[in-house]
């Protein structure tokens, strides 16, 4: 892991940017250490400076947690593959026209999702050799990736996850084997995400404790109490 570049900002929140490899990613770190950490992941793939994840990123590392953030593969400031451009623009046709785009999201997110999953865990496997982390691990954010990440990797004690984001068929069949605790936040007017399919993966889950959040509202329309609930979910589960 190389840093590239620090802030220190006024809450004194230390910012650095890094690459790992092929992997660019933005490490927000308290002023106490070790701290527990979250890895903090977008929808769909979404860049790791989009404005609402830096947000909760900089809320979460200011309450005490190191945060970290990666753009997948094809987002952010990693190029993108013909293939991705042409998933990309086969959705916003599609969507335009008022067409289903499972299919479509599918045969993009499923690749996605087995991509960026192993550069996470390679991610998370460099994070915990510096001394400022001193674990316990927890994920915050998106859901396909989350659900892979929590089946694979025994080092996440807790997840919170974001519904609007399209879940892969492989990852609606993973859903039984999360079994750590987990908070659920569901915009019940979702546009893109018919709520009973979140309802029904929020059944799957095998955790023994988990808790579902539903707000009334639209895509990006999450309160952002449930930024501050996040954290006292994981104060409960990573202090």
């Given at each position: ?231 006292r979910f ?5 202090r």
């Open positions: 892991m190389r840093f590239t570049s620090e802030r220190r900002l006024d809450n004194g929140v230390l910012e650095r940017e890094f690459t790992l490899g092929e992997i660019p990613g933005t490490l927000w770190t308290p002023g106490s250490a070790p701290a527990p950490l979250i890895l903090m992941a977008h929808n769909n793939g979404l860049p790791r400076r989009e404005p609402r994840l830096v947000a909760r990123a900089l809320h979460s590392a200011a309450n005490g947690y190191a945060v970290a953030a990666i753009d997948a593969p094809g987002s952010g400031d990693r190029p993108r593959s013909s293939g991705d451009e042409r998933a990309r623009a086969d959705l916003r046709l599609a969507m335009r026209a008022g067409e289903p785009v499972d299919e479509i999201l599918e045969s993009f997110i499923g690749p996605l999702v087995d991509k960026a999953v192993p550069e996470w865990r390679t991610t998370l496997d460099a994070l915990l050799s510096l001394p400022e982390i001193g674990g316990p691990v927890g994920y915050s954010g998106w859901t396909a990736v989350g659900i892979r990440l929590a089946v694979a990797e025994p080092r996440i004690e807790a997840a919170g996850f974001f519904a609007g984001g399209y879940v892969p068929r492989a990852q609606r069949e993973e859903a039984p084997q999360v079994t750590v605790p987990l908070l659920f936040l569901l915009q019940w007017d979702d546009e893109g995400n018919p709520r009973q399919r979140a309802l029904d993966l929020f059944d799957a889950f095998g955790a023994e404790e988990k808790t579902l959040h539903a707000n009334l509202g639209g895509h990006v329309g999450t309160p952002w109490f449930e930024v501050e609930d996040g954290n994981f104060a409960r589960h990573l």
